[in-house]
């Protein structure tokens, strides 16, 4: 619109025969970069073009190249060229032809940018529906020839590519479900009841609890209280923004049950800050009992026990694992880490304990969690060191389309090799402390 | 090269989960608050730079996991801190019973001669409250702590706690700092006492809080 009306102006300083001003003008209007044409522009051209009535058709040298585009550039049509108006006197003859090179060269230029940008938004527009055609064959996949023979099939290396590649969130509960497995074997009525015990003591909690259950031993009711409290303060406090696991959401009551049934399966464990993350973004992809069974087999593994448990020796070794696993592969970011004394506690404490979920956007989390599923607590700290790497990468995503197949920062496709290598070598040290 | 600052302190916050302490920490460092705060897993920082008495002290915040079970982490962070806030909730009897709990393990686990200073937080929450203003008196002169009554939501005495608590470490330090008060080459002589109150921390460390 500024553009359309600089173009005007200028015609009218004209007038004033004032040729210093008028090449000020012109200066300002034309020897800088022409602004971009934006859509606004239309209107304005619309309106001058109404009031002389005689709406003016711009000669354009490359007519032909528009009829051949896909996406007709809208707004170099706002542009115009108008004579003066006839109450004003006429242009000399090569200055108005000087003004209509210039008109030229900014329509070309006008053109040029919306044919870049209609080819950009072409090619993003295809690569999504090529992104969502491969969601869709990868569902298919799944769904007709891996889950019903996930046996033979899980660690071949289709099944490994597809994997590595990011699960569709439509299969995504089931495959994370087969993935940890269920080597607890526990059973929609082992949930049941250990819910049923778990509902059981809150009663008896909110009604005074006088009866002292002596199950737990070296829990007191005071404790068991507290545990009680501090999980229901967690669960208002687990995504907040989500909006669905507050007091009246959706799948508060849900979270609040596998939490409580967890306490009451595994009563040394008991309820720990963090946990209630992770029960949360099994929820969003599972039912209850599954959701629990998964729960639980996932805290079972060596690195999750060792750190619900604050087994801080273990922790340590982890972290020393961690430490030279980091040093390989960002000896320089190593160093500086080191000189301005910033441990791995201080970072990977949160990470591991939330499996990304809490510090990661949750698709994001989601597909860490994919790949965590198939291969292990290794990827969590293969996961650490590209955070680390590139903070900035990973946070991008956040904003850009389905994270679905966008692993190349976080998973460094092109280094696999070498990160399988350093995983083996990681995989080892931490087995090797472990027993 | 100026230095941005010339002392460096740590100061911890400690106390029950859900007292507010990392409400605390986002009022003073970032001047925010929000209602729907999540909890705290292991430990977090934050820095802040603030002028007393003329110096410039960088402080790094350190904020805690109030879950007991979270302790074996969190005491390894006792020892390198000078200053402690106390943290409860006034509208919580249990945080504020808490206190005798968190003071002993403060006198196990943090140097002699650390700072201390006792928060009863949620001051807004008047309608709910079961801890009186009397009661945090009591207990904060049984210690020998400053008390306040703070507001990360309201932004009552956040400042002021805050500001207190750096004054009382820097009197604690006066000695050390005296000393190189006197001499000459200043900045080299808050360079070695800034090497003994701790590692000196980098730009690193500030990229650190965005991921909180």
């Known amino acids: ?435 | 090269m100026a230095k941005q600052y010339d002392v460096l302190f740590r100061l911890l916050l400690i106390g029950d989960s859900g007292v507010g302490k990392t409400c605390l920490l986002c009022r003073f460092t970032d001047n925010e608050f929000h209602s729907s705060h999540i909890s705290t897993i292991g430990v977090d920082f934050k820095m802040k730079t603030i002028e007393v008495d003329g110096i410039k002290v960088r402080i790094q915040i350190w904020d805690t996991a109030g879950q007991e079970r979270y302790q074996t982490i969190t005491k390894q962070y006792y020892r390198r801190a000078q200053g402690i806030f106390l943290v409860y909730d006034i509208s919580s009897e249990r945080s504020y019973q808490h206190i005798m709990k968190w003071v002993s393990d403060v006198d196990e686990y943090a140097p002699e001669g650390v700072q201390k200073i006792l928060i009863g937080n949620k001051a807004d929450e008047e309608q709910k409250r079961q801890v009186g203003r009397e009661q945090g008196q009591q207990l904060a002169k049984e210690y020998g702590m400053d008390f306040y009554e703070t507001s990360a939501c309201t932004n009552l005495n956040i400042k002021e706690s805050f500001t207190r608590l750096t004054e009382l470490v820097l009197q604690a330090h006066r000695k050390e700092l005296e000393g190189l008060r006197t001499r000459a080459s200043n900045e080299l002589a808050l360079a070695e006492l800034e090497e003994e109150e701790g590692k000196p921390d980098g730009p690193a460390n500030s990229s650190k809080t965005c991921w909180c």
Not at chain 1, 151 to 175: N, Y
Not at chain 1, 389 to 415: H, I, W
């Open chain 1, 1 to 435: 619109m500024v553009w359309a009306k600089q173009i005007f102006l200028m015609q009218d300083t004209k007038t004033m025969k004032e040729k210093g001003i008028n090449r000020l003008y012109k200066k300002n209007s034309f020897s800088a970069r022409p602004p971009a044409v934006r859509r606004g522009g239309r209107e304005a051209g619309m309106e001058y073009e109404d009031k002389t009535g005689r709406p003016s058709k711009p000669p354009s040298p490359k007519q032909n190249v528009r009829k051949n585009l896909d996406f007709e550039p809208f707004s170099t049509t706002a542009l115009t060229l108008e004579d003066r108006p006839a109450n004003l006197p006429a242009k000399p003859a090569e200055e108005a032809q000087e003004h209509r090179q210039q008109y030229e060269e900014m329509v070309v230029q006008a053109k040029k940018r919306e044919l870049k940008e209609a080819q950009r938004r072409k090619k993003q527009l295809e690569e999504r529906c090529k992104v969502e055609e491969s969601i869709g064959n990868a569902v298919l996949t799944w769904n007709n020839e891996v889950l019903p023979n996930w046996e033979t099939m899980w660690c071949s290396r289709k099944v490994r590519d597809l994997w590595w590649r990011g699960i569709p969130p439509s299969v995504r509960g089931k495959v994370w479900s087969l993935g940890i497995g269920n080597e607890l074997n526990i059973t929609q009525e082992l949930f049941d009841i250990c819910l049923a015990r778990a509902k059981e003591k809150w009663r008896s909690l909110s009604t005074g609890g006088s009866e002292v259950e002596s199950e737990d031993a070296g829990f007191s009711a005071a404790d068991r209280e507290a545990s009680l409290e501090l999980t229901e303060l967690d669960i208002s406090r687990t995504f907040p923004n989500l909006c669905i696991f507050q007091q009246g959401g959706p799948y508060r009551d849900m979270l609040h049950s596998i939490l409580g049934a967890y306490t009451c399966y595994r009563p040394d464990v008991g309820y720990v800050q963090g946990m209630s993350f992770i029960a949360a973004v099994l929820i969003l992809n599972l039912d209850t009992a599954d959701a629990f069974i998964a729960f639980s087999n996932l805290l079972n593994k060596l690195c999750q026990m060792a750190f619900f448990r604050v087994d801080h020796g273990l922790m340590l070794t982890y972290f020393a694992a961690f430490e030279v696993f980091f040093e390989e592969n960002l000896p320089k970011l190593f160093a500086h880490f080191k000189k301005n004394n910033l441990t791995p506690d201080i970072y990977l404490i949160d990470w591991i304990f939330t499996l990304y979920s809490k510090s990661l956007p949750l698709d994001l989390a989601c597909r860490v969690w994919d790949v965590f599923c198939g291969d292990g607590e290794e990827f969590l700290f293969r996961t650490a060191l590209d955070i680390l790497c590139d903070p900035r990468s990973a946070l991008k995503q956040r904003s850009s389309g389905p994270v679905l197949f966008q692993m190349d920062t976080l998973a460094a496709e092109k280094n696999r090799a070498s990160f399988h290598v350093a995983l083996k070598q990681t995989n080892k040290q931490t087995n090797r402390k472990n027993f």
